[in-house]
């Protein structure tokens, strides 16, 4: 990740994040056997925790190195309209605002059902916790749930590092900030609205 003193959260700030930014996240490993591996899990606290289909090729091999899991957070385009700028000099490009966090650590696959169990539930609950009739893990027959174990291989990432990013527009005048809050503001895009409430728009 390419960071700049001015796009940097403190360490604070982006271990805070890391639970914060969304939901889910991307497990990314390099294996020896060939590319870069990719896959889409769920999350449920800070020390990362996931599973994957057992049939996911990843879990075989171990990663060279750290793995790093990714989190994205809201990405608005930002067109350089609503610079004052572009009026005053016309020297202006388009760019991108957005928020992500990177995560870094060793992964652990572990296909113990007790364990596997442990982790499903836990997921569930953090998922299901806000529902007015929540699902649970033991709502579904103890076979049933025995057999859909047998399908996932979970992963475990302690996490060594944190690196975190937040671009939106603090290298840019106030008065081409202001534009780009206000002209993002009017989006339907729920991503466009929750970026325009993170531009600085005061001194």
Not at 9 to 29: D, F, L, M, S
Not at 84 to 107: F, L
């Amino acid at each position: 990740m390419c960071i700049r003193d001015y796009v940097t959260p403190t360490w604070y700030e982006t271990k805070r994040e890391t639970g914060k930014v969304v939901p889910t996240w991307n497990y990314v490993a390099v294996h020896a056997y060939g590319p870069v591996s990719y896959t889409h899990l769920d999350v449920y606290k800070r020390q990362l925790h996931g599973h994957l289909a057992r049939a996911n090729p990843q879990w075989k091999a171990a990663a060279i190195g750290e793995a790093m899991v990714l989190f994205s957070g809201p990405d608005a385009y930002v067109t350089p309209s609503w610079y004052e700028t572009k009026r005053e000099t016309g020297k202006v490009v388009p760019t991108w605002n957005y928020q992500a966090v990177h995560a870094y650590g060793p992964a652990e696959f572990f296909d113990d059902p007790e364990r596997l169990l442990d982790a499903v539930t836990r997921l569930t609950n953090l998922h299901e916790g806000t529902r007015a009739q929540p699902w649970a893990v033991d709502d579904a027959p103890p076979e049933f749930v025995r057999a859909q174990l047998r399908g996932i291989v979970g992963l475990r990432i302690p996490i060594t590092r944190l690196e975190g990013k937040r671009k939106m527009s603090q290298n840019r005048p106030l008065a081409d900030r202001r534009g780009v809050a206000e002209g993002l503001g009017t989006s339907e895009r729920a991503s466009d609205l929750a970026v325009a409430a993170m531009v600085p728009v005061e001194g």
